[in-house]
């Protein structure tokens, strides 16, 4: 089990019903972290248009999470 | 340089800072908000931007733009928080010697800007309703 600061932001915000919570949880990926936030708020948003980053640095779904990490997750962008 | 702002665009002091002896002129892109979308009337935006991030990628655009497509300036800024109709939402000015450069640059920034940078934009419409633009789209495929 790790210690992860999960940051959400837009839509995934107003899913969870806060911007911020520090979670333990069994994940060694991004896309675990997404997935195991995403069961905890009920969201059902694809991985697909998401955007992910680690410590204020774009990652992939596949990047590995370290215990203390803080993991941003970005709903589908839309700029300009 | 990108930026982000909180506060109404100052265009003509951003097409000055990109003034260059050198330029024979500037291609300049515009993003407004529009009354319409998707057929809804929308009555304001707000942009929720995640600067630290943003303010970084948005620099990483302009100098892929400045690789692919020498110029010798430009200047992005986009908005955020809320827009009434006809604000503008972002600006982007590239100048060059010759205009090829400037308008490829030009199109490349805000299309990257656009698909690539941590900001959302949510439509409050004339009926009350309002929604994250993208997301539901996102949802259904």
Known sequence: MKIITVRYFAMFREYAGLAEETLELDAATALDVFKLTQNRHGSTEPTGHCKVAINDEMADWSSTISDGDTVLLFPPVAGG | ?141
């Open chain 2, 1 to 141: 340089m990108f930026g982000v702002s909180n506060e109404r665009i100052d265009v003509e002091q951003l097409r000055e800072e990109i003034k260059n002896p050198g330029s024979g002129g500037v291609c300049v892109f515009e993003g407004w908000v529009r009354n319409q979308n998707e057929g809804r009337t929308v009555k304001r935006l707000e942009y929720e931007v995640y600067e630290p991030l943003a303010i970084l990628e948005g620099e990483k655009v302009i100098a892929e733009a400045m690789q692919q497509f020498p110029f010798l300036e430009a200047n992005c800024v986009h908005r955020s928080g809320l827009l009434e109709i006809g604000d503008c939402a972002v600006w982007v000015g590239v100048s060059s010697p010759h205009r090829d450069e400037a308008f490829k640059a030009c199109r490349f920034i805000i299309d990257e800007i656009k698909s690539r940078l941590p900001i959302w934009k949510k439509e409050h419409y004339v009926d009350g309703d309002s929604g994250w633009v993208n997301c539901e789209r996102c949802a259904n495929v």
